[in-house]
């Protein structure tokens, strides 16, 4: 049973991971100076990268969901991915982390923590 739940717990994490590298260089993408051509947005090395890892955490999430339900899937996974998203793109872009968003992500994060026990 153990190993089932690291198994999971892994699965969930890799995605959390995925889909927030893969928000990460889709704000990069915006960043780089292009034209607004749509063929040149869709062409960006950024943007493909980007659907390159959303589409790796689409696969694991969906293997994460044979073992676990639907209902502690997806907070965990959104909870990791807030606490990620925020921290990085505070480091790499130099986006506000001022005291109240730590602390609602902390809130959520503990809100997902006490919904997900079983």
Do not use: D
């Not at 089932?4 to 928000?23: D, E, H, Q, R, V």
């Not at 589409?55 to 502690?72: D, M, N, Q, Y």
């Amino acid at each position: 049973m153990t190993q089932f739940l690291k198994l999971s717990g892994l699965l969930i994490a890799a995605t959390a991971f995925c889909n927030c590298i893969g928000t990460i260089l889709l704000k990069q993408s915006r960043l780089t100076p292009t034209n607004s051509s749509i063929i040149l947005t869709i062409a960006s090395p950024w943007l493909i990268t980007s659907l390159i890892f959303y589409s790796t955490g689409l696969i694991l999430f969906a293997k994460a969901l044979e073992r676990l339900p639907v209902s502690i899937a997806v907070p965990t996974c959104q909870g990791i991915g807030f606490v990620l998203t925020a921290f990085l793109s505070h480091w790499l872009f130099q986006e506000k982390l001022a005291l109240n968003h730590v602390i609602a992500i902390s809130l959520i994060f503990a809100g997902i923590c006490i919904m997900t026990r079983s």
